[in-house]
C-alpha cells in the first residue's frame, strides 16, 4: 500500500466523520429506545462464524463508573462478529433495514482504493454469548468467535462498509463488556445523540485543502473567493467561508446556488464568472433597500431564488437595454418588475427559494395593456 500524505488523511478523516454524524442517526437512536430492551435477549443458542476464541492484545481504561478495552482487530473479524440493534433479528437484515447500502459501499471503495484511513474507534458492547474476558497477566481479551458477540454502539456503517469491501485492515475498537439491555440503550443514547454533524462549510474547506474537489466543485470555490476577497465585490463583507452564521453567505448557500448555472457558464474561467455576477448581485442588494427594509438579501432562500432567475433576468435585460449589461441597467429592470409586487415569498420564514422563483418569473410576464 502507498504511504498516505497529509492531504490523504485529511480526506479521508473528513470522510468517515461526515458518515458518522448524518442526519439518518436519529432513525437508529429511536429504533434503539423502542427496540432494546431486557426482553429482547434470545434464549437460543448463537451460530457460529467459526469454531475456537480469538484473542487480541488490549489496555484496560475506566472512565468514571465504566470500564472498557482498547484495542485493535481485523475489520473481516470485526464484520463477522458484530449486529446492529437486536441480538434476535437476523444479522444480515438488521444491516440492510438500519442502514444506507450506498453509505456503507462508499466506505468500501474508500477502503479498497488503497488510500483509505480509519483512525476512529468503533464502539462495541461485548454479549453473553461471546464469553469475553480479560486476562490481566497477559493484557489480552478473548472471545468466542460467533455471528453475534458484539452489538455496535457506534460506527454502524463502517462496519458494514468492512463486510463490503473486498481488503482487510486493522481497525481500533473499544469494547465494553457486562453491560445489560438498558446500559447499552442509554450509551448508544449518550453517544450517537449527543454527536454533532460535521458542518457542511467545513468539509467544503477540508476538500479544498485535500485537493479532492471536482472541477465544476473547484470553480464555484475559487469564484466564491474572488467574491470573498476582491475589492469591487458586490459580497465582499457578506460571505462566511468556514460556517455558517446569521447575515452571511456560507460556502455551501453559495455553492448550492451557483451550481446550477455553471452550464449556462461553460468552459468559462471563474475570473469572468465573477465578472458576470458580479454587477447583478450588486443591483439585486440595491434594489432591495430601495423597494424594502424587510427583504435580507443574504437569507439562504433569497440568495439562491434570485441567483436562480439571473439567466432570465439577463436575457430581459439585454432585450431592454443593448449593450448596457451593468449594476444600472440590472437594478433599473429588478425595481420595475417588482414595484407594486406582493413580496411575501421574500419575508418571514422561508423553507424554500421557490416562492421567491416564481414571484420574480411572474413579474416578468407581460402585464395586460387593459
Known amino acids: 500500500m502507498n504511504s498516505l500524505t497529509g492531504e490523504e ?6 470522510k468517515i466523520q461526515a458518515d458518522s454524524a448524518s442526519a439518518d442517526r436519529s432513525l437508529i437512536v429511536n429504533a434503539v429506545r423502542h427496540r432494546i430492551d431486557s426482553k429482547t435477549v434470545s434464549a437460543n443458542s448463537v451460530p457460529h462464524v467459526g469454531d475456537g476464541r480469538l484473542s487480541y492484545t488490549a489496555s484496560l481504561i475506566t472512565q468514571g463508573r465504566h470500564k472498557f478495552y482498547s484495542l485493535t482487530m481485523p475489520s473481516e473479524v470485526l464484520a463477522e462478529c458484530s449486529f446492529v440493534l437486536t441480538r434476535d433479528e437476523d444479522r444480515e437484515a ?4 438500519y442502514l444506507s447500502k450506498e453509505r456503507a459501499e462508499e466506505i468500501a471503495a474508500y477502503l479498497d482504493s488503497g488510500l483509505g484511513t480509519i483512525p476512529t474507534s468503533v464502539i462495541l458492547s461485548a454479549q453473553p454469548d461471546s464469553e469475553f474476558e480479560y486476562i490481566s497477566k497477559n493484557r489480552t ?3 468466542n468467535k460467533i455471528d453475534k458477540a458484539f452489538m455496535i454502539i457506534d460506527g454502524q456503517h463502517r462496519v458494514y462498509g468492512f463486510k ?3 481488503g482487510t485492515m486493522r481497525i481500533p ?5 457486562d453491560l445489560d439491555r438498558s446500559e447499552e440503550a442509554q450509551l448508544f443514547i449518550d453517544i450517537n445523540g449527543k454527536q454533532k454533524q460535521v458542518p457542511p462549510e467545513l468539509l467544503l474547506d477540508i476538500k479544498k485543502l485535500a485537493n479532492t474537489q471536482g472541477g465544476t466543485e473547484k470553480k464555484i470555490g475559487t469564484v466564491f473567493d474572488l467574491f470573498d476577497s476582491e475589492p469591487g465585490s458586490s459580497l465582499l463583507g457578506l460571505l462566511s467561508p468556514h460556517e455558517k452564521k446569521t447575515g452571511f453567505i456560507s460556502r455551501v448557500t453559495f455553492n448550492s446556488a451557483i451550481k446550477p448555472l455553471m452550464e449556462l457558464f461553460g468552459d468559462a474561467p471563474p ?3 465573477y465578472e458576470i455576477l458580479n454587477p447583478y448581485f450588486e443591483a439585486v442588494k440595491s434594489a432591495f433597500v430601495k423597494i424594502s427594509n424587510d427583504i435580507e438579501f443574504t437569507s439562504p432562500m ?3 431564488g434570485m441567483t436562480a432567475v439571473f439567466p432570465e433576468v439577463n436575457e430581459k435585460v439585454r432585450f431592454r437595454f443593448p449593450g448596457e449589461i ?3 441597467s440590472y437594478h433599473k429592470y429588478i425595481i420595475e418588475i417588482l414595484s407594486g409586487q406582493k413580496l411575501a415569498a421574500f419575508k418571514g420564514r422561508q423553507r424554500s427559494h421557490a416562492g421567491i422563483v416564481s414571484t420574480i418569473k411572474d413579474a416578468m410576464r407581460p402585464r395586460s395593456l387593459f
Open 302 to 304: 433569497t440568495f439562491r
Open 9 to 14: 488523511i485529511i480526506s479521508g478523516i473528513a
Open 271 to 273: 475570473e469572468k464568472i
Open 173 to 177: 475498537v473499544i469494547i465494553y463488556s
Open 94 to 97: 438488521g444491516f440492510q433495514r
Open 164 to 166: 463490503l469491501a473486498k
Open 141 to 143: 481479551v478473548s472471545f
Open 326 to 328: 451593468n449594476q444600472k
